[in-house]
């Protein structure tokens, strides 16, 4: 008898959050073009995807998104991807007041796979992506980044000042150029192996290209 009562309850709360997980999908798909065309009309598109070069959009995506092209919105097998994709990061931008991991991340995930992904093509998502990531201390997009951190524009960043950028990516406050500068270098340093091929990430999660802690004990001794 507790069995059955607990099996029949497990049912309805499986279906109670099924409901409430199609209901959050349908109303991210009903609102997702107002919310992104609002974005990328407005002021805070300082750079369009055409400021960055072929080089530069390389370099982010080999770091961020490997397989940004390819996937649909969600990638769970990359080596190098981590947990979060480009699109995954932008709704947690735009659809969250506060994200925090946990339940929540499933909303995320459901919302990139069946309704940011699908309804806003890749370089849409790119642009919004170079304009609103947030690189701490009230600095928005590479844009600004570039004018915080380098005190000068994104098209005159050098290749190393623009990876520093990419490195932040990661966390803004552990990889701060200014405030962490040997972190954010042996960062800077480990990207230019992946890009040079000398290291090749062997996990999902391999997003610090070995050891995270190394940089830290670095900066302590």
């Given at each position: 008898?507790?069995?059955?009562?607990?099996?029949?309850?497990?049912?309805?709360?499986g279906?109670?959050?099924?409901?409430?997980?199609?209901t959050?999908?349908?109303?991210?798909?009903?609102?997702?073009?107002?919310?992104?065309?609002?974005?990328?009309?407005?002021?805070a598109?300082?750079?369009?995807?055409s400021?960055v070069?072929?080089r530069?959009?390389h370099?982010l995506?080999?770091?961020?998104?490997?397989?940004?092209?390819?996937?649909?919105g969600?990638d769970?097998?990359?080596?190098?991807a981590?947990?979060?994709t480009?699109?995954?990061?932008?709704v947690?931008?735009?659809?969250?007041k506060?994200?925090?991991p946990g339940?929540?991340k499933?909303?995320q995930?459901?919302?990139a796979?069946?309704?940011?992904?699908?309804?806003?093509?890749?370089d849409?998502?790119?642009?919004l992506?170079?304009?609103?990531?947030?690189?701490?201390?009230?600095?928005k997009?590479?844009?600004?980044?570039a004018?915080?951190y380098?005190?000068?524009?994104?098209?005159?960043?050098?290749?190393?000042?623009y990876?520093?950028?990419?490195?932040?990516?990661?966390?803004?406050?552990?990889?701060n150029?200014?405030?962490?500068?040997?972190?954010n270098?042996?960062?800077v340093?480990?990207?230019?192996?992946?890009?040079?091929?000398?290291?090749i990430?062997?996990?999902?999660?391999d997003?610090?290209?070995?050891d995270?802690?190394?940089?830290?004990?670095?900066k302590?001794?």
């Open positions: 008898m507790k069995h059955r009562c607990f099996f029949k309850m497990a049912g309805i709360l279906a109670l959050l099924c409901i409430y997980y199609f959050t999908i349908v109303i991210a798909r009903r609102h997702t073009p107002h919310i992104v065309q609002e974005i990328i009309q407005s002021d598109i300082v750079l369009q995807l400021d070069s072929d530069q959009l370099i995506l080999t770091v961020e998104d490997p397989n940004f092209y390819n996937h649909r969600v769970l097998r990359t080596p190098g981590g947990l979060t480009i699109t995954q990061g932008l947690k931008k735009l659809y969250f506060e994200f925090k339940i929540r499933i909303k995930t459901l919302i796979r069946f309704a940011l992904d699908p309804l806003v093509s890749k849409d998502q790119l642009t992506f170079i304009n609103i990531f947030d690189f701490c201390f009230g600095a997009g590479f844009g600004e980044a004018q915080y380098h005190g000068k524009s994104f098209h005159e960043l050098s290749e190393d000042e990876i520093s950028l990419v490195a932040m990516c990661v966390g803004c406050g552990s990889y150029p200014i405030y962490n500068a040997e972190v270098a042996e960062r340093s480990r990207i230019k192996k992946v890009l040079s091929g000398e290291y990430p062997e996990k999902m999660k997003i610090y290209y070995g995270e802690n190394d940089a830290f004990k670095m302590r001794h």
